[in-house]
C-alpha cells in the first residue's frame, strides 16, 4: 500500500484540498479529503488525472519531418501515405519496439498517461507473418512495459486496398490477414499483456477501405465487452468513394450497418452532415479527435460545436505523433473552431465556464470510455494515473482552479508538467522520464540505421 497527500487535486465533483489517497495493486484503494500528511508522501503542486490518448501508430514517430518538403504537386494526405508506406518498408522487431518506447515516453512527459495503440503494423517487409504472428504486437506491449504506460492494444484489421474489396497493394502488405490469422494475431496479442490491470486488448477494422461489409460483420464479433475502433471520414476523397461505392457518406453507412454503440470509436470523423453528427452522439460511441495530425494532414476540420451541442462524445489522440503533447491536442481542437466560427471559447458550454476545464473533462470521459479501462478520474477504483503541474511555474502561479487548466492548455502547455504517476508509480520527475537516457539512445541507434 502507498500512502499519499495531494495538496491540490481536480476530483469529479471538482478542486479538492490535501487530499490523501491509498493506493493499492496501481489503484485508487480509498480518497480522503482534507487529510492529513501523518504516514503520507506528499504531492506538492496540482494534480490532474491523466490524459487518456485514445489514437496513434507509435512507428510513425520515426518519420516526424520526414513528409514536410513539397513535392511535384498537390501533396495530401494521400501523398504523406506514400513516404509512410516507405519509411515502415524497412523496420525490423526491434526498431519497431525501440521507436515505440521513445514516443510512450514522449507521451509520458506529455500528459498522457495511457495509450491506444492502432497497431496495424503486423508482418515482416515482405509480407510474410513472423514465427509468432503477434511478434509486433508484443512489441508494443513491450515498449509500454519499459515506459510505465498503460495500454489498450487494438491489433488492425486490414484485408482490402480500397472500397468494394479492392486487391491490397504493395505498399500495404506488412498489414494483410485474413479472418483466421486475425483470430490467431488477436490471441498473440492478448498473450503478449503481461497484467490485465495494467493494459488492455481491443479490436480495430481500419476503416471501411480496408473491409468487406462481411469481414466487418465477423471480426466485431472477436471484440467481446472490448473497444471497437475505426478510421472512418479522414479524407473528402474517402467520402467520395464512399458514396460512390454505396451510396451512403462513411458515418451515415457504419451507423445503419453495424450496431455502433458505447464500445465504438470513431477515428477523425472529420467530414460529417447533421444528421451523421446527431446519429453518432446518439450511438454513445466516442468521436476520436486528432486535431494536431488532422492538421499536419490537411484532413479538415471537425464539426465540433454541432457535435458537441448534440451531447457526443470525443476524446485526443497524437494518431501521427508529429508532436506529442496532450494539451497541445485540447489547444489546436478549440482553435480549429475559433478559426471555422471566427468566435471565441466556442467548446466550452455555458456562460462562465472555463473553456480548459470543459475540454479536459469531456477528453478524460470520452478517452477512458474509448481505452476501455478504469482510468480517467481520481476515483476509487481507477487506475492512479496522474499529472502533476508545477505550481510555482510562472503561468500558473498566480491563478487557481480551472484557472490552472486554461494556463496549462492555452498557455505553459507540457512545460509545466513535473511528476506524471501511472497505476500509483512516478515515471516522469522534474519533466523527464525516468528511464529518458537509455530509451533516446536506443531510438537514435534505430533512427541512424533507418535513415542511412
Ligand atoms: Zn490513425
Not at 515506459?147 to 486496398?161: E, I, R
Not at 494483410?176 to 486488448?201: C, F, Q, T
Request: with cysteine.
Amino acid at each position: 500500500m502507498r500512502r499519499l497527500i495531494l495538496d491540490h487535486a481536480l476530483l469529479p465533483h471538482g478542486w479538492a484540498e490535501n487530499v490523501g489517497l491509498d493506493i493499492e495493486g496501481g489503484a485508487i484503494a480509498a480518497i480522503q479529503p482534507d487529510a492529513t500528511s501523518e504516514g503520507r508522501e506528499r504531492v506538492a503542486g496540482i494534480t490532474l488525472p491523466g490524459l487518456p490518448n485514445l489514437h496513434s501508430h507509435t512507428f510513425q514517430r520515426g518519420m516526424a519531418g520526414l513528409a514536410e518538403t513539397r513535392g511535384p504537386e498537390g501533396d495530401s494526405f494521400w501523398t504523406w501515405r506514400q513516404v509512410m508506406y516507405r519509411f515502415l518498408g524497412s523496420l525490423t522487431p526491434d526498431d519497431v519496439e525501440a521507436i515505440a518506447a521513445f514516443a510512450m515516453m514522449e507521451m509520458l512527459e506529455g500528459g498522457f498517461t495511457a495509450l491506444a495503440e492502432f497497431h496495424y503494423l503486423h508482418h515482416d517487409a515482405d509480407g510474410r507473418a513472423y514465427a509468432d504472428i503477434a511478434e509486433l504486437s508484443g512489441r508494443i506491449a513491450a515498449a509500454a512495459q519499459q515506459t510505465g504506460m498503460g495500454l489498450t492494444l487494438l491489433p488492425v484489421f486490414y484485408a482490402q486496398g480500397g472500397f468494394g474489396g479492392a486487391a491490397p497493394t504493395e505498399g500495404q502488405r506488412r498489414f494483410i490477414n485474413d479472418i483466421d490469422s486475425y483470430a490467431r494475431l488477436l490471441e498473440g496479442a492478448r498473450k503478449a499483456i503481461a497484467s490485465p490491470d495494467d493494459a488492455a486488448v481491443g479490436i480495430a477494422p481500419h476503416s471501411l477501405r480496408a473491409v468487406t461489409p462481411e469481414s466487418l460483420r465477423e471480426i466485431v464479433t472477436l471484440a467481446g465487452e472490448g473497444p471497437i475502433h475505426i478510421h472512418i471520414a479522414e479524407q473528402v476523397k474517402e467520402v467520395e468513394d464512399c458514396l460512390a461505392w454505396s451510396r451512403q457518406r462513411p458515418v451515415a453507412w457504419l451507423l445503419d450497418h453495424a450496431s455502433v454503440d458505447q464500445r465504438w470509436c470513431l477515428i477523425h470523423a472529420t467530414h460529417l452532415d447533421e444528421q451523421e453528427a446527431k446519429g453518432m452522439a446518439a450511438s454513445n460511441a466516442v468521436a476520436g479527435l486528432c486535431p494536431i495530425t488532422e492538421a499536419n494532414l490537411g484532413d479538415g476540420i471537425f464539426e465540433g460545436a454541432d457535435y458537441l451541442a448534440a451531447k457526443g462524445r470525443f476524446g485526443v489522440g497524437s494518431d501521427s505523433n508529429i508532436e506529442i503533447s496532450a494539451p497541445a491536442e485540447l489547444k489546436q481542437f478549440e482553435y480549429s473552431q475559433r478559426l471555422k466560427h471566427r468566435a471565441r471559447n466556442v467548446l466550452a458550454e455555458r456562460e462562465g465556464q472555463s473553456t480548459g476545464r470543459s475540454l479536459y473533462d469531456k477528453a478524460l470521459a470520452g478517452g477512458a470510455q474509448a481505452l476501455g479501462r478504469r482510468i480517467g478520474a481520481i476515483e476509487a477504483g481507477h487506475r492512479a494515473d496522474f499529472v502533476v503541474l508545477d505550481a510555482n511555474h510562472p503561468d500558473l502561479a498566480a491563478v487557481s482552479g480551472d484557472r490552472w487548466i486554461d494556463s496549462y492548455v492555452f498557455v505553459a502547455g507540457t512545460s509545466a508538467i513535473d511528476t506524471v504517476f501511472v497505476a500509483g508509480k512516478a515515471v516522469v520527475r522534474n519533466g523527464r522520464h525516468l528511464n529518458r537516457e537509455a530509451i533516446r539512445a536506443r531510438y537514435s541507434r534505430a533512427m541512424a540505421r533507418i535513415l542511412s
